[in-house]
T-cell receptor
Framework: GDSVTQMEGPVTLSEEAFLTINCTYT??????LFWYVQYPGEGLQLLLK?????DKGSNKGFEATYRKETTSFHLEKGSVQVSDSAVYFC??????????FGKGTRLSVIA | EAQVTQNPRYLITVTGKKLTVTCSQN?????MSWYRQDPGLGLRQIYY???????DKGDVPEGYKVSRKEKRNFPLILESPSPNQTSLYFC??????????????FGEGSRLTVL
């Protein structure tokens, strides 16, 4: 079945550092790919998405590119802030089936 | 304001005492779902519903029940809670378009402790 694997956390960075959180997937067909973010004490919210190969999703300075050849959707941000501290979930959707989530990566950004 | 509302947000109970976690959405969404979040295991789906009176098991349905009598409500029922159901629970909803595109709206979570 479909699955998502993302890098283990926690990830701790200093403010203004470069962020990469790796995500790879296994799916039949051509899934849509997502990054969700969970801020402390809150539910998940959609951060960005990409629906086909080579698409780049972006939001709030975060970017991720749908790489079909490497089955990856790595999340990047050039300069993180303390307010980016959260848990980040990679996810995929293959049409009408429920979303499949990765296990989440906790990011802590220190001033 | 579009939202998914869960209650209670926090609950401590004892083994075997039936409880219900309510979930309500005001976006007229067809799809609703329950997840549990545990350290090291991420999000796991418990049950989901594609529409009124239609429910399906997710990955970890044992020990839980749900019902979908109205479009806006999707309560999660623990008939006889056990300590291994101590977890953080999330309700989510989506339109049909959102199901196809994977865009879910989540509630703020309900932290349940079973002693």
């Amino acid at each position: 079945g479909d699955s998502v694997t993302q890098m283990e956390g926690p990830v701790t960075l200093s403010e203004e550092a470069f962020l990469t959180i790796n995500c790879t997937y296994t799916a039949t067909g051509y899934p849509s790919l997502f990054w969700y973010v969970q801020y402390p004490g809150e539910g998940l919210q959609l951060l960005l998405k990409a629906t086909k190969a080579d698409d780049k999703g972006s939001n709030k300075g975060f970017e991720a590119t749908y790489r079909k050849e490497t089955t990856s959707f790595h999340l990047e941000k050039g300069s993180v802030q303390v307010s980016d501290s959260a848990v980040y979930f990679c996810a995929l959707s293959s049409g009408n089936t429920p979303l499949v989530f990765g296990k989440g990566t906790r990011l802590s950004v220190i001033a | 304001e579009a939202q998914v509302t869960q209650n209670p947000r926090y609950l401590i109970t004892v083994t075997g005492k039936k409880l219900t976690v309510t979930c309500s959405q005001n976006m007229n969404h067809e799809y609703m779902s329950w997840y549990r979040q545990d350290p090291g295991l991420g999000l796991r789906q418990i049950y989901y519903s594609m529409n009124v009176e239609v429910t399906d098991k997710g990955d970890v349905p044992e020990g839980y029940k749900v019902s979908r009598k109205e479009k806006r409500n999707f309560p999660l029922i623990l008939e006889s809670p056990s300590p291994n159901q101590t977890s953080l629970y999330f309700c989510a909803s989506s339109s049909w378009t959102g199901v196809r595109t994977g865009e879910l709206f989540f509630g703020e979570g309900s932290r349940l402790t079973v002693l």
